[in-house]
């Protein structure tokens, strides 16, 4: 079955320390990837995704994403966390026009 | 300002009811999804459709179904709630339904949510 996986439900960082939270993709053909950021009670916002090209893509509020091919991941970075980047994030890959979405990762920023 | 909206924002709906949720985009949007929301289990899709006059079921479909009667419009209906249907939905569009898609137009834009108690 083709899905994407957010292995961690949490991940805490200090502030101005760089952040990492990863998915990992199952797809059959050219995988097409996105990010997602949800704050609370809000609808989900586009990050940034990967079509095709760079392997490296740059996104929103400084974030950006490292396609792997070879190990079938695409996780989200950003050099330093900021206490509003704590949210919940969420990747997502495309599959015959829909967008099938991980289980998400809660981002928690610490001063 | 364009995007979506969904109506209600919330709801508490007894069991058995018919609801029907709205949503109703303004960038003339072809593909259009509703999706739920329940903790630790993600986003789920519950149906779509590529463009008006299609609809198709995504993974959660029982116990809902869909129109798209046109570009703008797209009402999830529940024909008799369950409590198991309590959840935080969302409906979202994108400009581009094609397989493989055009680069430039992939992201979906979600609407605020609405939030759905069955009891």
């Known amino acids: 079955a083709q899905s994407v996986a957010q292995p961690e439900d949490q991940v805490n960082v200090a502030e101005g320390n760089p952040l990492t939270v990863k998915c990992t993709y199952s797809?059959?053909?050219?995988?097409?990837l996105f990010w997602y950021v949800q704050y609370p009670n809000r609808g989900l916002q586009f990050l940034l995704k990967?079509?095709?090209?760079?392997?490296l893509v740059k996104g929103s509020y400084g974030f950006e994403a490292e396609f792997n091919k070879s190990q079938t991941s695409f996780h989200l970075k950003k050099p330093s966390a900021l206490v509003s980047d704590s949210a919940l994030y969420f990747c997502?890959?495309?599959?015959?026009?829909?967008?099938?979405f991980g289980q998400g990762t809660t981002l928690q920023v610490k001063p | 300002i364009a995007g979506i909206t969904q109506a209600p924002t919330s709801q508490i709906l007894a069991a058995g009811r018919r609801m029907t949720l709205r949503c109703t985009q303004d960038m003339r949007h072809n593909a259009m999804y509703w999706y739920r929301q329940d903790l630790g289990l993600g986003l789920r899709l519950i149906h779509y459709s590529n463009t008006a006059g299609t609809t198709g079921k995504g993974e959660v479909p029982d116990g809902y179904s869909v129109s798209r009667a046109n570009t703008d419009d797209f009402p999830l209906t529940l024909a008799s709630a369950v409590p198991s249907q309590t959840s935080v939905y969302f409906c979202a569009s994108s400009e581009e339904s094609r397989d493989p898609p055009l680069p430039q137009n992939t992201e979906a834009f979600f609407g605020q949510g609405t939030r759905l108690t069955v009891v």
């Open positions: 997502a890959v495309r599959v015959s026009s829909k967008l099938i």
């Open positions: 990967y079509i095709t090209g760079d392997n």
């Open positions: 797809v059959s053909g050219n995988p097409y």
